[in-house]
């Protein structure tokens, strides 16, 4: 079974703070993605990566940066908190060619005040 | 602005019938589709899938149908079991890169 864990299940921050949410998969992906869930808005993708030391920007990458050292490791860094990225975080995983079978980690809610 | 929508943000259904969540999108691009399922503290995990190719893709009592020149998809649940309660998104992309998601039906299956 693919297992993709993140760092935090919730985390409260204060504004200005550098914020690092971390991803790690188990199943060797190539592939792998951040998105955030907001009510009334679905899931949208903030970045994504195909190998590492690759990424892409997504829908909404303002505000946000990443980071892949390593094949199994996928981060999300917010540089300067702010309280509009209050939100659900997802990070997800899926083989290369395979982008309808992603799989998901079980979020972080991040709360910043 | 919201490429895939569902406009309905819950459904209730009684334990054996048929459940029918729908999903509109605006981008006639769009020719890969997807639901995923999510439940309470646990992230989405994959549903079915449908290409453009096809227009129904059935996996045991779940199905998906598409609707190209309406740009509807819609997902039947049947029978719908109390397990199925849950959120259900669907998504859908050009590239197969990135997927754009509606907004999510809560689904309610009475026991």
């Known amino acids: 079974d693919v297992k993709v864990t993140q760092s935090s299940r919730y985390l409260v921050k204060r504004t200005g703070e550098k914020v690092f949410l971390e991803c790690v998969q188990d199943m060797d992906h190539e592939n792998m993605f951040w998105y955030r869930q907001d009510p009334g808005l679905g899931l949208r993708l903030i970045y994504f990566?195909?190998?590492?030391?690759?990424?892409e920007k997504g829908d909404i990458p303002e505000g946000y940066s990443v980071s892949r050292e390593k094949k199994e490791r996928f981060s999300l860094i917010l540089e300067s908190a702010s309280t509009n990225q209050t939100s659900m975080y997802l990070c997800?995983?899926?083989?290369?060619?395979?982008?309808?079978?992603?799989?998901f980690g079980p979020g972080t809610r991040l709360t910043v005040t | 602005d919201q490429q895939v929508k569902q406009n309905s943000p819950s459904l209730s259904v009684q334990e054996g019938r048929i459940s029918i969540l729908n999903c509109d999108y605006t981008n006639s691009m769009f020719d890969y589709f997807l639901w995923y399922k999510k439940y309470p503290a646990e992230g989405p995990t994959f549903l079915i899938s449908?290409?453009?190719?096809?227009d129904k893709n059935e996996d045991g009592r779940f199905t998906v149908f598409l609707n190209k020149s309406a740009k509807h998809l819609s997902l039947h649940i049947v029978p719908s079991q109390p397990g199925d309660s849950a959120v259900y998104f669907c998504a859908a992309s050009d590239t197969g890169n990135q997927f754009y998601f509606g907004t999510g039906t809560s689904l309610t299956v009475i026991p």
């Open positions: 990566s195909y190998d590492v030391k690759m990424k």
């Open positions: 449908i290409s453009s190719i096809k």
């Open positions: 997800a995983s899926s083989s290369p060619g395979q982008f309808d079978e992603q799989y």
